[in-house]
C-alpha cells in the first residue's frame, strides 16, 4: 500500500522536479545519461524568455485578464446569490437555466461565442477574453451556500434599521462571507489564468496574447528541447502553484462544492 | 416575506450573470444548430445549404475517427482514471503516515496550466533526449528510444495517459469526499464479523459511494469531450489523425480552415452524442449523479 503510494507520487513530483531542474541547469538536454541532482545552478534561462519574447507584456496580458474575471466574479456571482435569497415567481427557473449552463461545456459555444466577441468588437481585447469567464456557476453556489448561512434576523434588523438592499449586500452579505470570497478568487483566477483554447481563438495581435497562448508558440522560436522553454513552462505553472499549495483546504473545498452541486 | 416590489433590483442582480450564461452558453446551443445548416461567408450574409454539413460530415472519415478516439477515451481512459483514483483515495483514506503529503502530491498537477503539462510531457515522451524512453532503456526494455507521440500506437494513449496523470488527484478527492460519508460502525461491525479488507470494500464501502463514482463518471464524460489543450501542443492531432478528437477538428474546421457551418455541424452531433450519453449513465444511477460540473 505504502509502495505504491510511493509510487504514485515519485511519478508525479519526478516530472516537475524535472522541469524545474532543466530551467535552472539545461542539463540533461545535452548530458546523457541525466542526473539526478543539479550541478551548476544558473538563471540564465529564466532571463532569456525576457530576452527572446515580451514575456512582461504577455504576463501583464494574463494579469489583467485575470484581475477583471476576479473582480467580476466577486461583484456577479454574490449579486446572483444575493437576488437568489428573495423569493420570487421565476426563481426556479433562473436556477435551472444556471445547473443547465454546467452541462453546456465551453468547448461547444467556441464558434458563436467567436462570432459573438467579434460582433461586439472585442476580439484581441482584455475585456473580450475576460467575458465568459466574469460569471461563474460553482462561485454561485459558493456565495450562496455562505449567503443561506447568514441568520435571518441579521437581515431583518438591518432593514428595519433602513439599510438599502445594495449596502445590505456589501456590509453584511459579503463581511460576513470572506471564505467565500477568498473560494472565488482563488477559482476564478486559476480558471482564467490556465485558460487557453478562448485566447487561442479571439486573439489575433500578437501583443495580445496571454501566457499560456505564448507558452505554445514559444516552440516557434526554439527547438523543443531548450531550457528557455521549460523555464517559461516554470514561470507560468508558479502562480497557480502557489496559489494551490497556500490555500489547499480553500481550493479543494471549492472544487467539491462545485461537483457536488446540482 | 413579500419580495414583489423587490422585483426590479432582483432582475437587476440576477442580469449580469444570467447575460454571460445565456449569451455564452445557451444562445450558442441554438446558433449552432441554425449555423450548422449554413454554409458561413466572412463577408455577407451566409448561404442556406439544407442538410449538406450533415451529408459531408457522415462521409468525412476524420469526423469518425476523432469520434472514435473521443469514445476510445472515454471508455478506456475514463474508467482507469476513477479505478486509480479509487484506490489511491481508499489507501490514503486510511490512517498511514504521511497520508496528507501523498493526498497534496497526488492532487499537484491538476491545477497547473494543461498547456505547460503538456509541453512538459511532450518532453518526457521524446524519443532522443525523454526521460520516459531513458527509464525504459536503462532498465533494458528496449534499445532504442520510442518516439511515443509520433507513432500511431502510442500516440493516443500518450495523451490520454497525460490527461489521467492532471487528473487523478481530482477524482481522488471526489471519491475520498465520498468515503467521509461512510459511517465506520458499518465498516467496524464488518470487521467484528470476520470480513477481510477486500470484501469490507467490496460489500460495504463501493455500494455507499455508488453515487460519488457516478459522479466522477459524468465528470469523465465532460472531460473526454471536451479534451482539447494538451492535445493541441502535444500532437495537434497527429501523427496521421491518430489523436483528433472531435474538439480539436472542430476547432481545426473553424478558425484554421474556415469552415464554420461544418463546425457548428460537428458541435451539435457532439452535444447531442454527450447529452444522450450523460442522461443513459444517470438513468443507469438510478438519477444520483445529480448534476456535474465543467471546468470553468
Redesign the interface.
Known sequence: ??L??LA??V??????Y??LKTSLTGE??FN???SLVPRDMHVFYFVDVFYWIPFARFALNSVIVSVIVVV?NI???S??A??LT???NFKPL?IG????????????????????TRELGLLNSHVGLA????????N?FVFKSSFDAIPRSIIDSARIDGVS?WRLLDTIYLRLSSPAIATNVILAF??S??N??WP??IVRDEAMQT??LA??RF?SYFE??SGQ??AF?VL??IP??A???LN?KR??SG??A????? | MNDRRRLPLIILFLLPSVLVFVLYRWLPVIWNLFLSFQKWKPIGANEWVGASNYVTMFADPVFWESLQNTLVYFFVGTPVAIILALILALFVNEPIPGRNAYRTIIFLPYPITPVAIGLIWKWLLNDRVGFVNYVLRSVGLIDEGIPFLQSFDFALFSVIGTTIWQVLGYFMILVLAGLQTVPTELRDAALIDGAGPLRRTWSITLPLIRSTLFLCFIIGIINSFTVFDMVYVMTGGGPGHATEFLVTYIYRNAFEFNRLGYSAAMTVVMFLVLLTVTLVSNRFSGGEAGGARHYE
Do not use: C, R
Open positions: 500500500m505504502q505504491l503510494l504514485v507520487a511519478m508525479i513530483l519526478l516530472p516537475l524535472w522541469v540533461n538536454l546523457y545519461p541525466p467580476t461583484l456577479f456571482n449579486m446572483a444575493m437576488a428573495y423569493e420570487f433562473v437555466l444556471y445547473l443547465s449552463s454546467m452541462m453546456i461545456p465551453f468547448q461547444t459555444a467556441i464558434i458563436p461565442a467567436f462570432l459573438l467575458l465568459p469567464l466574469m460569471s461563474t456557476i460553482v454561485i438592499e486559476v480558471w489564468w490556465n487557453f483554447i487561442l481563438i501566457l499560456p507558452l505554445s516552440l523543443d528541447t522553454l521549460y513552462v507560468v505553472a497557480v502553484i496559489i494551490f499549495l489547499q481550493f479543494i472544487i467539491l462545485g461537483a457536488m452541486k446540482g
